[in-house]
Antibody, heavy 121, light 108 residues
Framework: QVQLVQSGAEVKKPGASVKISCKTSGFSFSAYAIHWVRQAPGQGLEWMGWINTGNGNTKYSQRFQDRVTFTRDASATTAYMELSGLRSDDTAVYFC??????????????WGQGTLVTVSS | SYELTQPPSVSVSPGQTARITCSGDALPKQYGYWYQQKPGQAPILVMFKDKQRPSGIPERFSGSSSGTTVTLTISGVQAEDEADYFCQSVDISASSVLFGGGTKLTVL
């Protein structure tokens, strides 16, 4: 069955970086895009961008363009999201999610369990 | 850029029908999708391509589309349907995903 398992909770200081992993199984990793979405406490879903897992091409939301990097390791069927220059308002649960396509964004058919990132001095 | 607008809350009694709307200029050109999220859990897909139900989603969930609005309908609402519901579409020119602000469904 399709599974996306994310790395554990992180506590970071302002200005630091965080890198979250999303280990996938149950599908052909390089055939489907991975999106990253975050949710601040009590707030809605905020799309951060996506990565074409076949060729590594990325598209970032303008809001995160200069601070976020998506990578993938096909041999490990794992996607990664790194966010730098952390601020207190980056405190949120970060989700990875699979798209049933790879060449353009469609929708998110399977989600990871989420990773809580807390930014605090 | 496009936006998707949802009502912040909808309340219904058990057994009644809940309708959650999502409006946006992107919707006549792109499909709408719906996610259910319960507290402390990841979202799950409950409707795709406006009106297609993923396997495992109860038949009481249905979707429709008209012009700039997509609607998620839950017939015979049950207590377990109480959750936040988010609509989603795509801005294809920007190769990006859009989410609505979410609707909290309360089962009275």
């Amino acid at each position: 069955q399709v599974q996306l398992v994310q790395s554990g909770a992180e506590v970071k200081k302002p200005g630091a970086s965080v890198k979250i992993s999303c280990k996938t199984s149950g599908f052909s990793f390089s055939a489907y895009a991975i999106h990253w979405v975050r949710q601040a406490p009590g707030q809605g879903l905020e799309w951060m961008g996506w990565i074409n897992t076949g060729n590594g091409n990325t598209k970032y939301s303008q809001r995160f363009q200069d601070r976020v990097t998506f990578t993938r390791d096909a041999s490990a069927t794992t996607a990664y999201m790194e966010l730098s220059g952390l601020r207190s308002d980056d405190t949120a649960v970060y989700f990875c999610a699979k798209d049933p396509h790879n060449n353009r964004p469609y929708y998110l058919d399977y989600w990871g369990q989420g990773t809580l990132v807390t930014v605090s001095s | 850029s496009y936006e998707l607008t949802q009502p912040p809350s909808v309340s219904v009694s058990p057994g009644q029908t809940a309708r959650i709307t999502c409006s946006g200029d992107a919707l006549p050109k792109q499909y709408g999708y719906w996610y259910q999220q319960k507290p402390g859990q990841a979202p799950i897909l409950v409707m795709f391509k406006d009106k297609q139900r993923p396997s495992g989603i109860p038949e009481r969930f249905s979707g429709s589309s008209s012009g700039t609005t997509v609607t998620l309908t839950i017939s015979g609402v049950q207590a377990e349907d109480e959750a936040d519901y988010f609509c989603q579409s795509v801005d294809i020119s920007a190769s990006s995903v859009l989410f609505g602000g979410g609707t909290k469904l309360t089962v009275l």
